[in-house]
């Protein structure tokens, strides 16, 4: 096991490098060929490597990404949460309660995936909202009123409000200047490389992609992890491992995201060691084989309930 849950400095700095350098190259790729089939094609990619960010932050929420503290709770923080309008440390407290609560009503992520299975219509109408960024306009609005103090900090679509008597609005204003900052300071960094190339309307493509492909991939995501599963405290039951081809690991599946019940069982163990602690599991148990994303996507959309 010690093995298993060992961190790697090195490993740590190949997924934020890596990550960022697709983005890189992507942007690269939009700014040589700028034509409507390499926007689209750019945007893609873009929203996978923005969830690569977030699920990079979910590695440091759990102290596994790099070796020291500094490195998992700072660094993280600014090169992952912080341009994906994340926040580490209220994600941290926000996820302690999903790994706690997983299973019941208490789960704080449970709004992603409660209302799983339904009609194939409905979940085309829902995946239709995201990649047309209805979706995506309604996740801003969110962002915006929690930077505010309005609604509870989460990133499940459960919407609770705070108290605001006695809140003034010089007091409104600084609160979500000061929580949006860092937000505005990493893209405005971002925006500044760009423009320095003499390519500063590449920037809109990471915005359109946040807004379109990335809660696409969220959602499809947070199927497969948690959907369509029994209520139960079993961890063998109300989480699933899903095998992702390279189209999955480039955007609903990177980061290894997909084996999902083994970070469940031991969320100790790094992102790099999951390949390895899965076949640990194939081997010595009767964990059945995974399913690929169409098949759970087929599943969602049964309106049929899980067996």
């Known amino acids: 096991m010690a093995t298993l849950t060992a961190r790697s400095d090195l490993w740590g700095a190949w997924a ?52 020291s503290r500094w490195a998992n709770d700072v660094l993280t923080d600014w090169l992952c949460a912080r341009p994906i309008w994340q926040n580490l440390g209220k994600y941290k407290v926000h996820h302690l309660g999903h790994h706690t609560r997983t299973g019941t009503n208490q789960d704080p992520d449970i709004s992603l995936h409660e209302d799983y299975p339904v009609s194939r219509a409905s979940l085309v109408r829902k995946m239709a909202r995201d990649i047309f960024g ?30 605001q008597e006695g809140r003034t609005w010089p007091e409104r204003i600084s609160t979500t200047l000061r929580n949006m900052g860092p937000m505005l300071i990493t893209n405005g960094v971002l925006w500044a490389v760009l423009a320095a190339t ?18 696409l991939f969220i959602r499809i995501r947070s199927i497969a992890e948690h959907g369509c599963l029994d209520r139960s ?65 087929q599943l969602a959309s049964s309106g049929q309930p899980a067996r």
Request: charged share 15%.
């Open 134 to 163: 209805l979706t995506g306009l309604k996740l801003v609005f969110g962002l915006v009123m929690m930077d505010a103090g309005v609604f509870k900090w989460t990133v499940a679509n459960n919407v609770e409000r705070l108290p």
């Open 16 to 67: 934020v490098g890596s990550t960022w350098g697709v983005i890189a190259l992507a942007f690269a790729a939009l700014a040589r060929w700028p034509n409507v089939f390499t926007f689209v094609a750019v945007m893609a990619v873009l929203g996978g490597r923005q969830l690569a960010l977030a699920i990079l932050q979910h590695e440091g929420s759990h102290g596994t990404l790099f070796k």
């Open 198 to 215: 003499g390519h500063a309307w590449l920037y809109g493509a990471w915005v359109l992609a946040f807004l379109t492909f990335l809660p």
């Open 233 to 297: 405290p079993d961890m063998f039951r109300n989480t699933r491992t899903t095998r992702a081809g390279w189209l999955a690991r480039a955007t609903v599946a990177p980061v290894n995201v997909n084996f999902h019940m083994e970070h469940h069982l031991m969320a100790s163990v790094p992102y790099h060691r999951l390949p390895q602690m899965h076949a640990w599991l194939r081997e010595r148990t009767d964990v059945p084989e995974p399913p690929s994303y169409l098949d759970v996507l």
